[in-house]
């Protein structure tokens, strides 16, 4: 039985793509997971920056050099708009984004020249459904929706993933939800390109998705990958906050910078005062309530004064974490293109400068919940201590070897790690 190794770049909906992907292969291979030996090696790609980009053509030489006799595969984003590249690198076959439903016909036309399987895995399989997850036994992902009809002047993901929404129907939703909670999952994540379009083009949209959800009994959470915040209603808003056992109280609520003159040039079509009550509102009904982000700094055309109204937006707004990008301008997109790029050098420099005051933000949010109780889901034990995320996604430190459950905590002490410039910071709980 021929081992195939999976190595995921990019987000959550790539992460749950390549779980699909080794579910449609694993009674026919042997599969694994950021496994240096392999016989096949498929690398399921992302194309957001070209840091991204590089760091995969660099593992694909490393593992090239090691295993010169393997079969190496790209799906994915990169390899959608950008084949004739991969193919150059040496990629023994290409696949584009919607090729990977049906790997399994693609992979047994690589080894054996024919897709025995081809037709038997088009006719009905539009979609993935998963039974596990590669981060253990804890959390899983489902994938609800791809596609975006925003038209983002940085962004290369639409270029990849197409400007047409697909949702999967709610039953598929349903029956993998059910599947997953059934196998013991605890944490159910629902990811996609951009979920608030999730239903776009007809009668069912994501609060009556996650409203249907919500009438399954047990002891169990859903997580949201990420919102836009041009697509929160304040229906969406009160359906969360009124559910904090079965909702986690974080949303990812991507920023991008806290300059309106920044935004405006980016395409957001949102401004601060936007952002900033969607955020209100959310700690309105519960004021513990967390946010983690994306920003970009050195956008073309940013001034000095743009950046420091980022970091003044950062102070106010207290976010538990965030995620830097030095802007990376993508071909194919309006931004490559503009004028006014911002120097390298000062793009590093206020990505450093935003990183220290992102730790100063966590380290505030952090200070509020000291001696307050969380509902911290144990995901792994070192046999002295058991770690895992609260439903403000919070990662808690908690003495003892406790099960893989639901335990509520009282936070008694942050502390700090990290490594490289950035710092990370975690509670240390009790159980109460």
Same mark, same amino acid.
């Given at each position: 039985?021929?081992?195939?190794?999976?190595? &995921?770049?990019?987000?959550?909906?790539n992460?749950?793509?390549?779980?699909?992907?080794?579910?449609?292969?694993?009674?026919?291979?042997?599969?694994?997971f950021?496994?240096?030996?392999?016989?096949?090696?498929?690398?399921?790609?992302? &194309?957001?920056?070209?840091?991204?980009?590089?760091?995969?053509?660099?593992l694909?030489?490393?593992?090239?050099?090691?295993? %010169?006799?393997?079969?190496?595969?790209?799906?994915?984003?990169?390899?959608?708009?950008?084949?004739?590249?991969?193919?150059?690198?040496g990629?023994?076959?290409?696949?584009?984004?919607?090729? $990977?439903?049906?790997i399994?016909?693609?992979?047994? $036309?690589?080894?054996?020249g024919?897709?025995?399987d081809?037709a038997?895995?088009?006719?009905?399989?539009?979609?993935?459904?998963v039974?596990?997850?590669p981060?253990?036994?804890?959390?899983?992902?489902?994938?609800?929706?791809?596609g975006?009809?925003?038209h983002?002047?940085?962004?290369?993901?639409?270029?990849?993933?197409?400007?047409?929404?697909?949702?999967?129907?709610?039953?598929?939703?349903?029956n993998?939800?059910t599947?997953?909670?059934?196998?013991?999952?605890?944490?159910?994540?629902? +990811?996609?390109?951009?979920?608030?379009?999730?239903?776009?083009?007809?009668? &069912?949209?994501?609060?009556?998705?996650l409203?249907? =959800?919500?009438?399954?009994?047990?002891?169990?959470?859903?997580?949201l990958?990420?919102?836009?915040?041009?697509?929160?209603?304040?229906?969406?808003?009160?359906?969360?906050?009124?559910?904090?056992?079965?909702?986690?109280?974080?949303?990812?609520?991507?920023?991008?910078?806290?300059?309106?003159?920044?935004?405006?040039?980016? $395409?957001?079509?949102?401004? $601060?005062?936007?952002?900033?009550?969607?955020?209100?509102?959310?700690?309105?009904?519960n004021?513990?309530?967390?946010? +983690?982000?994306?920003?970009?700094?050195g956008f %073309?055309?940013? &001034?000095?004064?743009?950046f420091?109204?980022?970091?003044?937006?950062?102070?106010?707004l207290?976010?538990?974490?965030i995620?830097?990008?030095?802007?990376?301008?993508? %071909?194919? +997109?309006?931004?490559?293109?503009?004028?006014?790029?911002?120097?390298?050098?000062?793009?590093?420099?206020?990505?450093l400068? =935003?990183?220290?005051?992102a730790?100063?933000?966590?380290?505030?949010?952090?200070?509020?919940?000291?001696?307050?109780?969380? =509902?911290?889901?144990?995901e792994?034990?070192?046999?002295?201590?058991?770690?895992?995320?609260?439903?403000?996604?919070?990662?808690?430190?908690v %003495?003892?070897?406790l099960?893989?459950?639901?335990?509520?905590v009282?936070?008694?002490?942050?502390?700090?790690?990290?490594?490289?410039?950035?710092?990370?910071?975690?509670?240390?709980?009790?159980?109460?």
């Amino acid at each position: 039985m021929k081992k195939v190794s999976f190595f &995921t770049f990019g987000c959550k909906l790539n992460q749950y793509e390549s779980q699909g992907m080794a579910e449609k292969l694993h009674d026919e291979y042997k599969i694994a997971f950021d496994d240096d030996n392999a016989d096949i090696y498929i690398i399921n790609s992302c &194309t957001v920056t070209a840091e991204a980009e590089r760091k995969l053509r660099q593992l694909y030489r490393r593992l090239k050099k090691k295993s %010169p006799k393997s079969n190496f595969v790209i799906v994915g984003c990169y390899s959608e708009v950008n084949p004739e590249e991969l193919k150059e690198l040496g990629f023994d076959l290409v696949l584009g984004v919607k090729q $990977k439903v049906n790997i399994r016909a693609e992979l047994s $036309k690589l080894l054996d020249g024919e897709a025995r399987d081809k037709a038997a895995e088009i006719l009905g399989q539009t979609y993935f459904s998963v039974s596990s997850s590669p981060e253990g036994r804890t959390r899983a992902y489902i994938g609800i929706e791809d596609g975006c009809l925003n038209h983002c002047a940085y962004c290369r993901i639409r270029l990849a993933r197409g400007t047409r929404i697909d949702s999967k129907p709610v039953e598929l939703i349903v029956n993998e939800f059910t599947d997953l909670l059934r196998a013991g999952f605890k944490e159910i994540v629902l +990811t996609g390109i951009n979920i608030g379009f999730y239903g776009f083009g007809s009668s &069912t949209k994501l609060v009556e998705l996650l409203k249907r =959800l919500l009438a399954f009994e047990g002891n169990w959470r859903i997580r949201l990958s990420s919102l836009d915040p041009r697509l929160i209603d304040q229906e969406l808003i009160q359906l969360i906050t009124e559910n904090p056992e079965k909702i986690a109280q974080h949303v990812h609520l991507s920023l991008q910078s806290g300059s309106d003159r920044v935004l405006k040039l980016m $395409k957001r079509n949102y401004t $601060k005062n936007k952002y900033r009550s969607i955020v209100n509102d959310f700690r309105r009904n519960n004021p513990r309530f967390s946010f +983690t982000t994306d920003i970009i700094v050195g956008f %073309p055309g940013e &001034t000095r004064e743009d950046f420091l109204e980022t970091l003044d937006f950062v102070r106010e707004l207290e976010f538990l974490k965030i995620h830097v990008f030095r802007f990376s301008p993508r %071909p194919g +997109t309006e931004a490559a293109k503009m004028v006014d790029q911002v120097p390298g050098n000062i793009k590093k420099e206020r990505a450093l400068i =935003l990183k220290e005051i992102a730790e100063r933000s966590s380290l505030s949010y952090l200070k509020k919940q000291l001696g307050r109780e969380s =509902l911290v889901l144990i995901e792994r034990s070192d046999g002295k201590y058991s770690f895992g995320y609260d439903e403000y996604f919070i990662q808690h430190k908690v %003495p003892g070897s406790l099960p893989k459950e639901f335990i509520r905590v009282r936070t008694s002490e942050i502390f700090e790690s990290g490594a490289f410039s950035s710092a990370e910071f975690h509670c240390k709980s009790m159980v109460t």
